[in-house]
T-cell receptor, first 115, second 111 residues
Framework: DTEVTQTPKHLVMGMTNKKSLKCEQHMGHRAMYWYKQKAKKPPELMFVYSYEKLSINESVPSRFSPECPNSSLLNLHLHALQPEDSALYLC??????????????FGPGTRLTVL | SQQGEEDPQALSIQEGENATMNCSYKTSINNLQWYRQNSGRGLVHLILIRSNEREKHSGRLRVTLDTSKKSSSLLITASRAADTASYFCATDASGTYKYIFGTGTRLKVLA
C-alpha cells in the first residue's frame, strides 16, 4: 500500500474559524511533510516531521500549527487564516531513514478556501 | 534560494512526439527527483536519480543528470494524451529531508 490519504478534500472556512487538515499513511514511513501550493506554482515546503518530531519549520506563520500524534498521522491545525492562505495543501511521506532523502509519496491534497 | 528552474514553462506537442523538459538547480545535491501533477491533484513520483548516476530509464521516461552543470532533463518518448500534466523536478538539501521543487513545466499532449 503506497497510499497517503488526506481529509477533507475541500474546505471552506472563514477567517475566524478553527479547522484541521488530516493526513494518514500506513507505509511505515518515518518522515512526513506539509506543503502549500498556489495555482500554477510549485509546492512550497511548510513543515517536516522526522520520527514524530518537528525537524523543519520553514518560517510558517503561527496560524498554521502542525501536529504528529503518531507515526501514521499528521495534522495541520488552522486558526485565524487570511484569504491569501487559500491554496492546495499537500501531505507527503517518505522512509526517512538514514541521511539521504528518498522518494516522497504525496496525498491528493486538501483544497482550502478562506473567505 | 535553491529552487530549480525548469524550461520550458509550457510545452505543447502532438501525440506520439517526444517531450523534453529541463531542470537547473543551484547547490550540490544527493539526488534529484521528477514528479507529475495532474491538474489540482497530488504529485506522483516518476523517477529518482542519485548524484552519482548519469542516466536512468523507467518505461517511456529517460532522465539524465549532469552534476557539473547542475542540470537534469526528463524525456518522455511516444507521448500520449494522458501525459498531459505539470512536471516538477525536486532537489534535496543534504541530510535535512528537505526538498525544493522547481518551477515546473506544463505539458499538453494533443490527440
Amino acid at each position: 500500500d503506497t497510499e497517503v490519504t488526506q481529509t477533507p478534500k475541500h474546505l471552506v472556512m472563514g477567517m475566524t474559524n478553527k479547522k484541521s487538515l488530516k493526513c494518514e499513511q500506513h507505509m511505515g514511513h518515518r518522515a512526513m511533510y506539509w506543503y502549500k501550493q498556489k495555482a500554477k506554482k510549485p509546492p512550497e515546503l511548510m513543515f517536516v516531521y522526522s520520527y514524530e518530531k518537528l525537524s523543519i519549520n520553514e518560517s510558517v506563520p503561527s496560524r498554521f500549527s502542525p501536529e504528529c500524534p503518531n507515526s501514521s498521522l499528521l495534522n495541520l491545525h488552522l486558526h485565524a487564516l487570511q484569504p491569501e492562505d487559500s491554496a492546495l495543501y499537500l501531505c507527503a511521506s517518505s522512509q526517512g531513514v538514514g541521511s539521504f532523502t528518498d522518494t516522497q509519496y504525496f496525498g491528493p491534497g486538501t483544497r482550502l478556501t478562506v473567505l | 534560494s535553491q529552487q530549480g528552474e525548469e524550461d520550458p514553462q509550457a510545452l505543447s506537442i502532438q501525440e506520439g512526439e517526444n517531450a523534453t523538459m529541463n531542470c537547473s538547480y543551484k547547490t550540490s545535491i544527493n539526488n534529484l527527483q521528477w514528479y507529475r501533477q495532474n491538474s489540482g491533484r497530488g504529485l506522483v513520483h516518476l523517477i529518482l536519480i542519485r548524484s552519482n548516476e548519469r542516466e536512468k530509464h523507467s518505461g517511456r521516461l529517460r532522465v539524465t543528470l549532469d552534476t557539473s552543470k547542475k542540470s537534469s532533463s526528463l524525456l518522455i518518448t511516444a507521448s500520449r494524451a494522458a501525459d498531459t500534466a505539470s512536471y516538477f523536478c525536486a532537489t534535496d538539501a543534504s541530510g535535512t529531508y528537505k526538498y525544493i521543487f522547481g518551477t515546473g513545466t506544463r505539458l499538453k499532449v494533443l490527440a
